[in-house]
């Protein structure tokens, strides 16, 4: 058991927080309890780099690259070493910091880190907002923004990572506190005048988000201060229209028409303005399909600047889901996001693509996200005809096409995928989502489906605000967002079948590309595609195309010693291109030449053994029996190097029975490590085979076979 009250720090400078707030829980600012010092910046980078993936192995090659950068001194091992043991003494646990066969795992309990008490809190001010609990909004939002210290991650270098962190949790703050504002401004409990200075700093330092603009006009307007009001509103209405080309959003609107009826009172239980959808602006009684207060019954506006308003035609309470005229599409009406920043684009059915009068109001774009086709797309013929005939067949009542491309790292899944993408882009034709799911990504956790969820209706248009919390609610949004459309999602590097299926649409029009390691044979209904290392002839087509070096052909020996695998061919290539006094064959001898060929097979961001090692370090660090037996296996399969490998032979090789040893070889296929060539004898691809000896030697050298 780890000891109870320790807490950790990431919401500014990374710090260590020791005592007990009564009930082993959070106290109510997150961080009750002496701050423990941390001595020197490369504890604290090592502290941040653990932190980062609590709970998961962090390799010692990553924690060398967070703490040196890319050039690490000779001494960066015994340094490393030193660094845990200080660590270790100061957290004072030996249960805390542990060491596996391939690096550390850092283990922090639930509510054990500044991060998660902020997200929890965040996700109970979401909930609360919603509900119109503004008491509530304010002790969760107030207890959320104690915890922020400065900006997260602060004082470490960049190679520590984490830039969509911070820029998640930056979000979450500005959003705490325009709920924490809609809350006051509703309550009205004496504090309007004291609004005003906190909002207008922060109008000023977002001058292109609508929601602090539109709270201090209300503020300012509320404590009698009208003329102030309409001069904010002007100066926002003027620098959207001048930096963006469009209008203030609807909230914004309906704020003004507020300061221009004088109706500032009577706010109450309705919400800083009463609009359930606009994240509580004020909105004319009259209005229809929008819920609100005004300054008095039958108030009309017809010429005030808020024009299509009344014509609301959306489905109340969902984002985007058309109404009567308006576009079945998915980029139907939403939150504008880059201009609003916080979601005060829009509202269901808030004038897009109808034939009412919406003046002002600007659709969420269709989307057509995906990244561009690969230049030097190479083979795989028969592949992408088989892939398009699948995904542009007749569907089947209610179940879009899926098709799953699966196989080992750096065989071409993307590629194949973007390839066949775009090839479809007319016949879906609205739009295309492409989302990246982190199974397999070097020191990023693979993402939840509840955030990839949000992503997705972000994507569509659906304001921040109006995103359900419950995952499975959230699929349901998606579903009924896609459902009437022709839209391709590309589902790129999952991790397992439960990671996608609350992604999958339920419409006929739609189609699904999913690429992973695993084939997902837990995935009912999918077409998979498994793909191997290209031939000689296309590996051959590749090079050439990508170095720009003629005369190379499937005899060349870079062909071999690249396993023909496309990761190592285009790293091979982007040397060749970089280097033009490096020739082919030089290359070649020194990749035949070296100990392992994965020393020669990284170029800027590309490596093959980082792809390779975020596999073998999930299995290690993962609480299944199978997936551990899996990752020592391998270790000792480079031990050995042999060509193939039985379930008898691995089981005396890790020292347990048959069936165990069968389940840590079937784990090894799943993620693409191993190849079973016929019924029972395991293959390891070539690279991977370099790649097991290179983690066999350093168990090896390592005291009692493992870092110490």
């Known amino acids: 058991m780890t000891r109870r009250g320790l807490r950790f720090g990431l919401l500014g400078v990374p710090v260590l927080f020791d005592g007990d707030p009564g009930d082993g829980r959070p106290g109510e600012d997150g961080c009750a309890g002496a701050v423990r010092s941390i001595g020197s910046p490369k504890m604290r980078t090592l502290l941040a780099a653990l932190l980062l993936d609590a709970g998961r192995v962090v390799s010692v090659e990553a924690l060398k690259d967070a703490m040196w950068g890319g050039a690490p001194p000779a001494s960066a091992q015994p340094s490393l070493h030193n660094h845990v043991a200080r660590l270790r003494r100061l957290l004072d646990d030996p249960e805390r910091l542990v060491t596996v066969p391939t690096g550390y795992v850092l283990r922090v309990g639930e509510g054990e880190l500044d991060v998660q008490v902020f997200d929890a809190r965040t996700a109970a001010a979401r909930a609360a907002h919603a509900r119109r609990d503004w008491a509530r909004v304010v002790r969760e939002c107030t207890a959320a923004l104690a915890l922020w210290r400065g900006t997260p991650l602060a004082g470490l270098p960049a190679e520590v990572g984490g830039y969509a962190l911070v820029r998640r949790l930056r979000e979450a703050r500005l959003l705490l506190l325009e709920w924490r504002y809609d809350a006051e401004l509703a309550l009205d409990g004496g504090r309007l005048a004291g609004l005003v200075p906190e909002l207008a700093a922060l109008a000023a330092e977002y001058p292109l988000r609508e929601g602090y603009h539109r709270q201090l006009m209300l503020a300012l307007h509320r404590t009698g201060r009208q003329a102030e009001a309409l001069v904010v509103h002007r100066d926002l209405r003027a620098r959207l229209v001048e930096e963006l080309g469009v209008e203030p959003g609807r909230a914004v609107r309906e704020a003004h028409v507020e300061v221009l009826r004088g109706s500032g009172e009577g706010a109450g239980d309705e919400g800083p303005g009463g609009s359930e959808g606009s994240g509580g602006s004020a909105c004319p009684e009259g209005l229809a399909g929008v819920g609100g207060h005004s300054g008095g019954p039958g108030v009309s506006v017809s010429s005030s600047g808020v024009a299509g308003l009344s014509?609301?035609?959306?489905?109340?309470?969902?984002?985007?889901?058309?109404?009567?005229?308006?576009?079945?599409?998915?980029?139907?009406?939403?939150?504008?996001?880059?201009?609003?920043?916080?979601?005060?684009?829009?509202?269901?059915?808030?004038?897009?693509?109808?034939?009412?009068?919406?003046?002002?109001?600007?659709?969420?774009?269709?989307?057509?996200?995906?990244?561009?086709?690969?230049?030097?797309?190479?083979?795989?013929?028969?592949?992408?005809?088989?892939?398009?005939?699948?995904?542009?067949?007749?569907?089947?009542?209610?179940?879009?096409?899926?098709?799953?491309?699966?196989?080992?790292?750096?065989?071409?899944?993307?590629?194949?995928?973007?390839?066949?993408?775009?090839?479809?882009?007319?016949?879906?034709?609205?739009?295309?989502?492409?989302?990246?799911?982190?199974?397999?990504?070097?020191?990023?956790?693979?993402?939840?489906?509840?955030?990839?969820?949000?992503?997705?209706?972000?994507?569509?248009?659906?304001?921040?605000?109006?995103?359900?919390?419950?995952?499975?609610?959230?699929?349901?949004?998606?579903?009924?967002?896609?459902?009437?459309?022709?839209?391709?999602?590309?589902?790129?590097?999952?991790?397992?079948?439960?990671?996608?299926?609350?992604?999958?649409?339920?419409?006929?029009?739609?189609?699904?590309?999913?690429?992973?390691?695993?084939?997902?044979?837990?995935?009912?209904?999918?077409?998979?595609?498994?793909?191997?290392?290209?031939?000689?002839?296309?590996?051959?087509?590749?090079?050439?195309?990508?170095?720009?070096?003629?005369?190379?052909?499937?005899?060349?020996?870079?062909?071999?010693?690249?396993?023909?695998?496309?990761?190592?061919?285009?790293?091979?290539?982007?040397?060749?291109?970089?280097?033009?006094?490096?020739?082919?064959?030089v290359l070649a001898g020194q990749l035949s030449a070296a100990d392992s060929r994965l020393s020669h097979l990284e170029y800027d961001d590309l490596s093959v053994r980082r792809s390779l090692a975020v596999a073998l370090d999930a299995l290690a660090a993962s609480d299944r029996e199978a997936d551990r037996d899996a990752a020592l296996a391998l270790c000792r399969i480079g031990a050995l190097d042999l060509p193939g490998y039985g379930v008898p032979l691995l089981a005396r090789l890790i020292g347990t029975d048959e069936p165990r040893a069968e389940a840590a070889l079937d784990r090894l296929v799943d993620v693409a490590l191993m190849e079973e060539t016929a019924y029972g004898r395991y293959v390891p691809h070539d690279l991977v085979r370099d790649f097991a000896r290179e983690r066999a030697a350093a168990a090896a050298d390592a005291t009692g076979g493992v870092p110490s």
């Open 311 to 585: 014509e609301a035609a959306g489905v109340p309470g969902v984002p985007g889901v058309p109404g009567d005229g308006v576009s079945g599409g998915p980029g139907g009406p939403g939150d504008r996001g880059g201009a609003g920043g916080a979601g005060e684009g829009g509202v269901a059915g808030d004038g897009g693509g109808g034939s009412g009068p919406a003046a002002g109001v600007s659709a969420v774009p269709r989307p057509a996200q995906l990244p561009p086709p690969p230049a030097h797309f190479t083979g795989r013929t028969d592949v992408r005809d088989e892939l398009l005939r699948v995904l542009t067949r007749r569907p089947r009542p209610a179940v879009p096409a899926v098709a799953v491309i699966s196989g080992t790292a750096g065989v071409g899944k993307s590629a194949l995928a973007l390839h066949v993408a775009h090839m479809l882009t007319e016949r879906f034709s609205d739009g295309q989502l492409h989302i990246g799911l982190h199974g397999a990504t070097p020191g990023t956790a693979p993402l939840t489906p509840a955030q990839a969820l949000t992503a997705l209706l972000r994507d569509l248009g659906t304001a921040p605000r109006d995103i359900p919390e419950h995952p499975e609610s959230a699929a349901a949004l998606l579903r009924s967002l896609l459902a009437p459309t022709r839209t391709l999602l590309v589902l790129d590097d999952a991790v397992n079948a439960a990671q996608v299926r609350p992604l999958l649409p339920a419409g006929t029009g739609c189609a699904v590309i999913v690429t992973s390691r695993s084939p997902l044979a837990a995935l009912d209904g999918a077409a998979r595609f498994p793909l191997g290392p290209l031939s000689g002839e296309e590996s051959a087509a590749l090079l050439r195309a990508a170095s720009g070096r003629d005369g190379l052909d499937a005899g060349h020996p870079l062909v071999a010693l690249t396993g023909r695998l496309p990761l190592a061919l285009r790293i091979v290539a982007a040397r060749l291109a970089a280097r033009r006094a490096l020739t082919p064959d």
